[in-house]
């Protein structure tokens, strides 16, 4: 997992980025600045399972990644699967880059998870 965190910390406007399981537990992290990894972790669960809720109500089909704006920072949630990938992103960072790498995290995750 630290390989991919690490090519994935190595894209413009990335801060860190870490896995956690669907409870909220760090499984693997890499931040280049102080954080709250285990809050960060908890409340994303958290999250998750509200917005897995109200997409199911809507007929959304399944969640599979959602994106949270802040005056500082955004942070990028992607369910895996059997984890969350989760990006802490710069307010600036260029989204059309960052989504393509993001899905080959994703998918490199997945396939970690099979080992």
Do not use: Y
Not at 8 to 25: A, E, F, T
């Amino acid at each position: 997992m630290q390989s991919i965190l690490s090519k994935l910390n190595k894209v413009s406007g990335v801060r860190g980025c870490m896995v956690v399981n669907k409870d909220g537990i760090v499984a693997a992290s890499e931040f280049g600045i102080d954080v709250d990894e285990n809050g960060i972790g908890a409340v994303a669960s958290s999250i998750l399972a509200a917005l897995e809720a109200a997409v199911k109500r809507i007929k959304l089909g399944n969640l599979k990644r959602f994106l949270v704006t802040g005056d500082e920072n955004k942070i990028a949630i992607v369910d895996t699967g059997p984890a969350l990938l989760l990006v802490l992103l710069q307010r600036d960072a260029n989204m059309g880059l960052i989504n393509v790498e993001l899905d080959d995290a994703a998918a490199a995750v997945v396939e970690q998870a099979k080992m």
